[in-house]
C-alpha cells in the first residue's frame, strides 16, 4: 500500500533511526554551549566581587591571621605580591563562608570573631557558591569536551 498523494505522512528527521546519533550530538552541543554561557555569566558577577573582597579583607585580616601558624613561611612571602596575594584572599573567603571546614584545616586552632560585617560575610558566602557552582559546571564541561575529542 502506498502513501497517499494528498495526504502525505509527515516525516521528522529526528524519529529516524538513522538521525538518532544526529539528535544526541545536537543535544550534547546545546548542553555544551549552555553551560558555557551560564558560566560566563556566573564570572561576570564572581570576578568583581572576588577584586572587592580582594580589595576590603587583607587590611581587616592580614593583621590577626597572616601570621606563621596559619600560613607557610613561603606563603607568607609570596601571598604579598599581587597575583599571587589572590590566593590569601581566596583562603579568607574559605574562612568567612565556610568556617568549620576552614578551621579542620588551614586554620587550626583559630577560635577567635572576626571583624567583618554582615555585608562581607554574604558576600563571601556568595562567593564561595558561585566557585562551587562553577565547578559543578565545569565537570560535564570537561566530559563533553573529552568525549567530543575521541568520538567525533
Known sequence: MGENPYFPTPRCPYFEP???AVSVIDL????YFGIMGVGLLVMLVLIPLWAALHHTLPSKLDPILFQRPFFKSSELLNYRVFPLSLFRSLNY???????TFAKKKRFKGFNEPL???LSTIIMCKLHAALCILLFLMGVPYLLISIWGLFAL
Not at 28 to 31: K, R, T
Not at 93 to 99: K, N, Q
Open 18 to 20: 538513522e538521525s538518532i
Open 28 to 31: 550534547l552541543f546545546y548542553i
Open 93 to 99: 573567603v574559605y574562612l568567612i563562608a565556610l568556617p
Open 115 to 117: 571583624p567583618v560585617g
